[in-house]
Every structure is written in C-alpha cells, then in structure tokens.
C-alpha cells in the first residue's frame, strides 16, 4: 500500500496540451475517483500514473518514489480496463493467474491466490469457464482478481462498468466500494458518471479541460461547490443555475422572477443556484409557479416549472397533484442557496 503524489503534471501530444500542470495528493488506502466530461484528460491522468503514458512534464510518485521513467511492470500497479483485457484462450483461472506465471511464481502459490482471490469475488465455481462463457459481470470480477492475486500497491480503474446496465452497474459499484474497503489498497478510479463518484469515492477529483476544477470529499463538492462547473456537474437532477441580479428584496433573475437570498449574499452575485432536491411546497406563502411537466419516479417527484419567465427544476418527497398549466406556490430553502459570480464562475456565498 502506497500513497500517490502528482505534482504539477503536464501531458502534450506535439503542440496540444491535454493536461495543464495537474497536482494531486491521494493518502495511503484512499480512493479517489477522477471524474469529469468526455475529454476533460482524467484517463490520460489515470495512464501516465500506470506508465501507459509518458509524462511531459512534472513528476509522479508511487510510496515516495518517482516513478516518471519507471516501466509499467515494475510500478508495483494493477490496472482494470472498461473493455475486461482478458484472454479468451484461457480459463478464468489462468486468466487470474497469469501474471503470476509470468513472475515465475510456484504453482501452488499461484492457485492458492488465485482460490483467495476467487472466494473474495465468488467466483469459486467458474475457474474451469472461459471468459465466452460469463456474463457481463463476471468478466469484470476475473479483471478484478486478476489484479488482486498481484497484492498492488496502488490499484487502477478506468471506467470500469461503462459497460454494463444499469442494475449490474448499482451491483459492481458496490461490490468494487466492498472490495477496497476489505483490501485497504489505495485506488485510483476514472468515470464521467457522478452518481459512481458520490457513492464510491473518499475524495472525487473534478476535471474539465485539463484542469482541476475542485477536490475534496463527495459531500463538500456537493454542499459548497467551488465553481459554476462543479454546480453542474455534481448532483442529479443538475443544479438550477439562474441569472439574474441582488437587488432590494431578493434575486431578481433576468426572467423577471424574484427569489429569496441566504444572509450570506454577496452583491457580486450574477448567478443564483438552487438544487432541485431544495425546493419546497409552500402553499401559504410561496412564489407562484406554473406547471410545465410532472415526472413521478416513485421515490420523488420531479416537477419543471417556470416562474415568470425563469424555468426551474423541483424534486419534491411529496406527491403532487398537479398538471401542466396548474400553479403551485413553491420556495426554494435560502440556507442551501449557491450564489456565484457571472463573469469568474466562482461561489461568492
């Protein structure tokens, strides 16, 4: 086990600058998940750290050794691909075994990790299959044990349930956050999906256009995002992000909407954010809104309505008997209220 330090690394394919000077410190048993749109360089980060990549510039080091000129072999990592990477040749065993045969390892060595490994996955029953031969699934739990049996210092992920639907991806979510919570093995875990984020990672690091955006653990990316792009792309629904002005009385959108502040408002503020979960139903004394769509999801209801000329997105605990063209008073909770400024982008509350 190893913590992981990447300062100020840089990554250029001829004149194009994918990554700009990344810095990022990952404890000893972390996991840390890299997340961000397609393109924004978190596998590109994620394959100069295996050494699939050479680093342009800055360093990358591994329990406190620099590892830029390092082979891949012998960077002491086990990496899990989005495509599995097993041979079809080979039995699930082999398969779990191979880089231990590889290594040189005595046989009987190599089968009682490849048994350990199996048990921790149940997989136990499917050594003698071929990987034609397994599901979607577990095909990914061989790639799993195959870089268990190694005992890595680091392991890494690079998006590895893109493949699969939507319950199977609930299941190896979990099954990868029960994994790393009984192997204590520093991980390093690339997707664009936040919902994988939130759930699974200790600490999510951001990444748009080669830059850092914000780190921290889930819950503070989500409570006290850094930046309008952290806003949007942490939590779903997405965060209502309205433009506007403080003026007396509240936020005045450009819709012609006022909106309740929080005290803590800034007269910077160009941008008022409200996530959809923190809305509320106030009959009494809310704000008039008109009803454009109801969506029931059984565990909520998500209501797009539009004040004025400012659409909003609600997700409200209750049932809502409304439909389209109905008004409803609602208000959004001011101590949960994001504001930002316009022309930086940055949280000014």
Same mark, same amino acid.
């Given at each position: ?31 840390? @998940? ?32 620099? @590892? ?55 997989l136990g029953e499917l050594l003698h299959r071929y990987p034609r031969q397994l599901s ?12 268990? @049996?190694?005992?890595?210092?680091? /392991? ?16 190896? #979510?979990? $099954?990868?956050? $029960? ?16 919902? $994988? ?32 792009f952290v806003a949007g792309f942490i939590g779903s629904p997405a965060m209502n992000l ?8 509240? /936020?005045?959108? $450009? ?38 769509? @109801? ?20 997700? /409200? #605990?209750? #049932? ?19 504001? /930002? ?9």
């Open positions: 086990m190893a913590t992981v330090s990447i300062r100020e690394a840089r990554k250029s394919f001829g004149t194009f600058e994918v990554l700009h000077g990344v810095s990022v410190e990952i404890e000893d048993a972390e996991f840390v @998940v890299l997340v961000g749109p397609s393109g924004c360089g978190k596998s590109t980060l994620l394959r100069m750290l295996a050494g699939l990549e050479n680093i342009t510039a800055g360093e990358i080091a591994i329990g406190g050794r620099v @590892v830029n000129n390092v082979a891949p072999k012998d960077r002491d990592i086990a990496m899990v691909f989005q495509n599995y990477a097993l041979y079809p040749h080979m039995t699930v065993r082999d398969n779990m075994g191979f880089s231990m045969k590889l290594a040189g390892a005595p046989r009987e060595i190599m089968e009682a990790e490849v048994q350990k490994a199996a048990a921790i996955l149940g979607g699934g577990q095909r990914q739990r061989v790639a799993m044990g195959r870089a268990i @049996v190694r005992h890595p210092q680091v /392991f890494l992920f690079d998006e590895p349930l893109s493949n699969l639907d939507a319950k199977l991806r609930v299941q190896m #979510r979990s $099954e990868i956050k $029960e994994l790393h919570q009984r192997l204590q093995v520093t991980t390093v875990y690339v997707t664009h999906d936040q919902i $994988e984020a939130m759930t699974m990672a200790d600490k999510i690091v951001v990444m748009n256009h080669g830059n850092i955006e914000q780190a921290g653990p889930p819950l503070e990316l989500y409570d006290r995002p850094a930046n309008l309205i433009k506007g002005a403080p003026g007396q009385g509240g /936020f005045m959108t $450009e819709g012609g909407a006022l909106l309740p502040l929080p005290a803590s408002a800034n007269g910077s503020a160009g941008i008022y954010g409200i996530r959809p979960e923190h809305m509320r139903l106030a009959p009494g004394d809310g704000i008039p809104a008109t009803v454009q769509l @109801v969506e029931p999801t059984g565990s909520e209801t998500q209501v797009t309505v539009r004040i004025g000329d400012t659409p909003l997105a609600c997700a /409200f #605990r209750e #049932r809502v008997a409304a439909r389209p063209g109905d008004e409803i008073r609602i208000m959004p909770d001011t101590g949960l209220v994001h504001l /930002f400024d316009a022309g930086t982008g940055q949280r000014v509350n």
